[in-house]
């Protein structure tokens, strides 16, 4: 690609994002796509005409793990690498494709044909191994699949002509209840708000007991309301959906089947609130649902029910734009995902201010995910008892489940907020199951004594993740493969997060190999404790979960591992000597180290 063409791309883009600087990753995700790579000539472009510092931008590249500065093959290739992935065949199905292609895993090939690496999870845990090519999204890689994308490649079919089977998404919906079960007609929630007004509204969501169902469970009448009467001018709407949490994707299936649900609470939201502005920051591993999206907004549009003077009401004037993330778990976080809004490195924020206050360029800003801005809707048209008589008094209404792993009926459930998890293991079809894991890597690691739990917020919190492990499952594997995905998330801000995963993972490494004492199951402890005490925001704080979860939970796990109760060094010094001792022919004791162990 010529230094002319890409200057003349990023032109392009920087006129169809209007010159703003806050759409620098926009822009530079679309020169990723067209050209494989960010070239220098590029990057020099877009400093001059962003009046942005040439640091900021490379800064930006090397942050998000989709952007790279040198060029990625004509295929590109990244296989999901979650646990459960793993569990279905991911990485024999990596080898076989990398065996057929000619090419190193992690790695592009010298003819620039094709890049094949591993990914953190896509969101496809339920219809797994999945891989992203060029950005697409491909589930059931089976050995013929693998077999077939490695003939087409080599005779080097574009991708748009590949079988449209391999990128087929399944919804996988096992279990509906109210809010998946309810008909929302078009424009309901907003006719709700234009006979009763925000007010009472805003009053019937706090009696709902609607909170977000992220995980946090933030009470979402109370979030609007601090927006609504915050100082600020020109307030903005936000849905997260960066629905980045490993074993999570309940709201995938939310984005490809209701979105207009999603749009429609998001303009109730802007009414409430008084907001003209919205913006549906989607996962880059979603792009697949960029276009979709895109046309269910305008036929919103298109129907009076989004823009100017919605339903008729000058006074209604509110659109959304859809921004792509670029893969980086920490923009889940909502103030690291308005940083990345802003086109910057999704670094987490002081807080305070808080967004509602003080978010998007400055502006009062509330950000909620799929969940529950559609629950929202919902409950808008259909009124607070409606949503009241599901779940708990603490924990009202229901909560989607994203269920994979060990079970024969993978897939989306949703359930009265306080079932038990032992309901939902019999539900999905799961037998002599040994752990479950809620809410991703960040959450709760529960063995079978605690399967008489709720789900609810006053007991067994969660996201939506609920991934299930037999008792054939090494839960040591599953803790490596947590440790290294918060290794690599983990954004660098701050030290505690940034050293003390790297060593959590170092020490679990040293327990596998059969290298581990007491001492070092004590130092991890201390580590983990340090970390969610000391951590700038909720990764560093959550990111030690797993291992002290299983080191209290399942002890034999490690007992069994470990070679001594006293200190034992991970090498022996004098062993790795000992070819430097022959070839220099030393056996004198000064050639020896006292001790030896590291």
Not at 24 to 29: A, E, H
Not at 109 to 138: F, H, K, W
Not at 209 to 234: Q, S, Y
Request: glycine share 10%; charged share 20%; aromatic share 8%.
């Amino acid at each position: 690609m010529s230094a002319q063409t890409a200057t003349e791309l990023s032109a392009l883009l920087v006129k169809q994002w209007n010159h703003d600087p806050s759409k620098l990753l926009q822009i530079l995700i679309g020169l990723q796509s067209a050209l494989s790579h960010i070239p220098n000539e590029a990057i020099q472009y877009l400093a001059m005409e962003l009046t942005l510092p040439q640091s900021v931008i490379e800064g930006v590249i090397g942050f998000y793990s989709f952007l790279h500065r040198q060029p990625r093959g004509r295929y590109d290739i990244l296989i999901s690498d979650n646990i459960t992935d793993q569990m279905q065949g991911s990485r024999d199905r990596a080898t076989q494709l990398a065996e057929k292609l000619g090419v190193t895993l992690g790695a592009t090939n010298e003819a620039l044909s094709v890049s094949l690496d591993y990914t953190s999870c896509i969101g496809m845990p339920d219809q797994g191994p999945a891989a992203l090519v060029n950005g697409r999204t491909i589930t059931q890689l089976t050995e013929k699949r693998v077999d077939q994308i490695a003939e087409l490649i080599n005779q080097a079919a574009p991708v748009d002509t590949w079988p449209a089977t391999f990128f087929k998404v399944e919804d996988n919906i096992q279990r509906r209840d109210i809010l998946l079960d309810t008909d929302l007609d078009e424009g309901a929630a907003l006719t709700a708000y234009l006979t009763q007004g925000a007010d009472k509204l805003l009053e019937d969501l706090e009696q709902s007991g609607l909170r977000g169902r992220g995980g946090a469970g933030f009470k979402t009448a109370l979030k609007w309301r601090f927006c609504r009467e915050a100082e600020g001018e020109d307030p903005v709407v936000v849905c997260n959906a960066d629905e980045g949490e490993p074993g999570t994707f309940k709201d995938r299936v939310l984005l490809q089947t209701y979105a207009d649900r999603l749009i429609e609470g998001m303009t109730l939201c802007a009414a409430i609130i008084g907001a003209s502005q919205g913006f549906i920051y989607l996962r880059g591993e979603y792009r697949y649902l960029l276009e979709p999206l895109q046309q269910e907004l305008q036929k919103r549009r298109d129907s009076g029910l989004l823009g100017s003077t919605i339903q008729g009401h000058a006074s209604l004037d509110f659109d959304i734009e859809i921004h792509l993330g670029a893969g980086a778990y920490i923009c889940g976080e909502e103030s690291a995902l308005i940083e990345s809004l802003e086109g910057k490195r999704g670094i987490p924020r002081v807080r305070p201010p808080f967004p509602v206050t003080h978010g998007y360029l400055g502006h009062p800003t509330v950000v909620n995910n799929v969940e529950t801005f559609i629950a929202a809707a919902m409950i808008a048209a259909n009124g607070a008892e409606w949503f009241r008589s599901r779940g708990t008094a603490e924990s009202a209404g229901t909560k989607l489940l994203s269920i994979s792993g060990d079970c024969d009926r993978p897939g989306v459930y949703e359930y009265p907020s306080g079932t038990s998890i032992q309901t939902i293991l019999a539900d999905c079809g799961a037998t002599d199951t040994q752990a479950v894991q809620v809410s991703g890597p960040a959450g709760k690691t529960l063995p079978a004594t605690e399967f008489d739990r709720l789900i609810a917020f006053e007991d067994v919190p969660t996201g939506g993740s609920f991934m299930v492990f037999d008792d054939s499952r090494d839960m040591l594997d599953v803790v490596q493969n947590f440790a290294a995905f918060f290794v690599h998330e983990s954004c660098g801000f701050c030290t505690p997060c940034r050293v003390g995963t790297s060593l959590l993972k170092k020490r679990l490494e040293k327990v596998v190999v059969g290298h581990a004492t007491g001492m070092d199951l004590e130092k991890m402890i201390e580590i983990g404790s340090l970390m969610k005490t000391s951590s700038h925001c909720g990764l560093g704080a959550t990111a030690a979960n797993p291992v002290l979860d299983t080191i209290e939970k399942f002890p034999k796990l490690y007992d069994d591992r470990l070679k001594t109760t006293s200190f034992e060094p991970a090498f022996d010094l004098n062993q790795a000597l000992d070819e430097a001792r022959e070839i220099t022919g030393r056996t004198d004791p000064g050639a020896y180290v006292k001790g030896g162990g590291v």
